[in-house]
């Protein structure tokens, strides 16, 4: 499964790689709930996230793209030509 953890600033997202870089998935400076971001993370402490947590917010991008895809699908339909 994949590893997340949680910054002690509060950014949760992937370990440091080997550059010192993460992809974070929620922010502690970010002004919505989910987001994608790659920030280097080297100099923070983090801690692993539980597995019910991992879990929350692994469905909470699939609804987040699942609700994109049916806005664009209700668009497209919108916005087909009247015949």
Avoid: N, W
Avoid at 15 to 41: A, K, N, W, Y
Avoid at 56 to 82: C, F, V, Y
């Amino acid at each position: 499964m994949l590893k997340l953890v949680r910054f002690s600033c509060g950014c949760i997202g992937t370990p440091p790689d080997d550059e010192h870089m993460s992809v974070l998935i929620q922010t502690c400076d970010g002004d919505s709930d989910l987001c994608f971001f790659i920030r280097d993370m080297g100099a923070k402490e983090y801690d692993g996230l539980s597995p019910e947590a991992a879990r929350i917010a692994i469905r909470s991008i699939g609804q987040l793209m699942s609700d994109g895809h049916s806005l664009h699908t209700l668009r497209d339909i919108l916005e087909k030509p009247r015949e």
